[in-house]
């Protein structure tokens, strides 16, 4: 079982629809979860970090962690052209130590 | 201004040759991290350090090496030993290696020409 899964998409949504971006982790152990988006060519930049089972909201963005079901997702709501970009799901991988480790990312494309 | 700083922004390198990327931190942040990104794909961990004078292998460390003699720097040398280093290499930091974010510095291209 890979550490971390994302569905690689793209995903595509109108312009002022929720996008649903989601990710499956492996580690019981992981406390720390983190969504960063990372537009072509440039390096990610962190949008989101979540630690608690719940959500958590930041303007537009809401985090939602369910460790149980060892599952984390981001929603956009409002989609914006601007959202275009691919959207890596990162954790802390408890069993090796401590290495922050990343899933392979969605491509999220925001429609006019 | 604090931040994470990474250079060259673009590296040439002979086949052959052992090239080493540069990266500072003056976040005193305690963990830096290296990774390896190829087009289309995520993001695979190389190799990271928990706190100075000390490092651990990633995913795909061989062909690699790493040095942390000082907290904000953490060279990375991409030796002749790894076939295929054509990539974009991003090195991160954070406060601490469990619960805290990480934050990149803007990354550098590698080609082997």
């Known amino acids: 079982q890979k550490e971390v899964e994302q569905n690689s998409g793209p995903l595509s949504v109108p312009e002022g629809a929720i996008a649903s971006l989601n990710c499956t982790y492996s580690d019981r152990g992981s406390q720390s979860f983190f969504w960063y988006r990372q537009y072509s060519g440039k390096s990610p930049e962190l949008i989101m970090s979540?630690?608690?089972?719940g959500d958590k909201e930041d303007g537009r963005f809401t985090a939602q962690l369910n460790k149980a079901s060892q599952y984390v997702s981001l929603l956009i709501r409002d989609s914006q052209p601007s959202d275009s970009a691919t959207y890596l799901c990162?954790?802390?991988?408890?069993?090796?130590?401590?290495?922050?480790?990343f899933g392979t990312g969605t491509q999220l494309k925001v429609e006019l | 201004d604090g931040g994470i700083t990474q250079s060259p922004k673009y590296l040439f390198r002979k086949e052959g040759q052992n090239v080493t990327l540069s990266c500072e931190q003056n976040l005193n942040h305690d963990a830096m991290y290296w990774y390896r990104q190829d087009p289309g794909q995520g993001l695979r961990l190389i190799y990271y350090s928990q706190i100075v004078n000390d490092f651990q292998k990633g995913d795909i460390a061989e062909g690699y090496s790493v040095s942390r003699e000082k907290k904000e720097s953490f060279p990375l040398t991409v030796t002749s030993a790894q076939k295929n280093p054509t990539a974009f290499y991003l090195c991160?930091?954070?406060?601490?290696?469990?619960?805290?974010?990480?934050?990149f510095g803007q990354g550098t291209r590698l080609t082997v020409v």
């Open positions: 990162a954790f802390v991988f408890t069993g090796g130590g401590n290495k922050l480790t």
């Open positions: 991160a930091s954070s406060q601490d290696s469990r619960n805290t974010e990480a934050f």
């Open positions: 979540i630690y608690s089972n």
